[in-house]
């Protein structure tokens, strides 16, 4: 009961902006009613009402096979359920849709890298900086891939390539470049 409640509370922003669309844009019908699934798909999604999007995405895909949005956002649905084995095919069908979509490989190699396929996500990663080079979340994971297969010099390289593309300076997740603060916070554990 709470889900529906939590989908009811998702869907009104989606009915408003169909209404408004519907009165108000010139937006050929079949566009509008795209709109429309796409949103209530994500209302579902949001209130965890997974297999009511995933058929709402599979209606999409079968009025547009080639949908990459919907095979994004399905590989998402997974992808936020820890269901990464579910979620990689859906990012592949993205990537073989469009070799140069850096996000599907992006995700796909988070999904690697959440399953500890290592070698899978550095090779995904590396198509994405070869045409994305400065694409500093994919150069931290890459160091983070290197550093957890033990090639500490490949991780250090990668997460100072990260550093210099990162104008904001909110980089490194990984362990190789902060040690001194983790065998600190080590030490202080073991004293306690």
């Known amino acids: 009961m709470m889900k529906f409640i939590r989908y009811l ?14 009165l108000f844009r010139n937006l050929p019908k079949e566009e509008n009613h ?59 069908k993205v990537i073989r849709l469009n070799p140069k979509h850096y996000q599907g490989h992006y995700w796909l190699a988070v999904c690697y890298w959440k399953l500890e396929r290592y070698y ?10 070869e045409f994305l080079p ?10 983070d891939c290197y550093e957890r297969i033990g090639e500490g010099a490949k991780a250090e390289h990668y997460y100072l390539k990260a550093i210099s593309v990162d104008t904001q300076g909110r980089i490194i997740h990984g362990g190789l470049l902060n040690r001194n603060i983790q065998d600190k916070k080590r030490e202080e554990r073991l004293r306690h």
């Open 120 to 129: 899978a996500a550095i090779n995904t990663l590396e198509e994405v900086i």
């Open 134 to 143: 400065t694409f500093k979340d994919a150069l931290n994971l890459i160091g």
């Open 34 to 92: 795209l709109h429309y699934l796409f949103g209530k798909a994500n209302a579902y999604d949001q209130a965890d009402l997974i297999n009511r999007s995933i058929r709402l995405y599979e209606e999409i895909l079968r009025k547009d096979p080639h949908s990459i949005p919907a095979y994004l956002n399905l590989g998402g649905l997974y992808f936020r359920r820890n269901l990464f084995e579910q979620a990689i095919p859906y990012y592949e």
């Open 9 to 22: 509370l998702y869907i009104i922003p989606v009915l408003t902006a169909f209404l408004r669309d519907t």
